[in-house]
Nanobody, 121 residues
Framework: QVQLVESGGGLVQAGGSLTLSCAAS????????MGWFRQAPGKEREFVAR????????YYADSVKGRFTISRDNAKSTVYLQMNSLKPEDTAVYYC??????????????WGQGTQVTVSS
């Protein structure tokens, strides 16, 4: 089992920045691909970004590319999402997730409880 706890959400004005953190516990953090997903009110959950295990290769949704940066600190068992130039459409509950390999969203093994990000216009 892997337990994931997100933090860092909040209210920010458009154009502002936030950094989300996700602390993992349980199994070896470096064995997992880590990802961020989000779900806006009335919409389906969507992929935001992911980072591979030891190499740290990253991949982003087009909607956040160039504005968001995912990173990981394997020594601290933590993954981060630096969010810059935030837009009102970034408002959502953000979820951290872990998977041994890259799989479709529905197949990710472990999920956090989510943290709310609200961007005001």
């Amino acid at each position: 089992q892997v337990q994931l706890v997100e933090s860092g959400g909040g209210l920010v004005q458009a154009g502002g920045s936030l950094t989300l953190s996700c602390a993992a516990s349980g199994r070896t953090f470096s064995n997992y691909v880590m990802g961020w997903f989000r779900q806006a009110p009335g919409k389906e959950r969507e992929f935001v970004a992911r980072i591979r295990r030891s190499v740290g290769t990253t991949y982003y949704a087009d909607s956040v590319k160039g504005r968001f940066t995912i990173s990981r600190d394997n020594a601290k068992s933590t993954v981060y999402l630096q969010m810059n130039s935030l837009k009102p459409e970034d408002t959502a509950v953000y979820y951290c997730a872990a998977s041994p390999t890259i799989v479709p969203m529905i197949s990710w093994d472990y999920w956090g409880q989510g943290t709310q990000v609200t961007v005001s216009s």
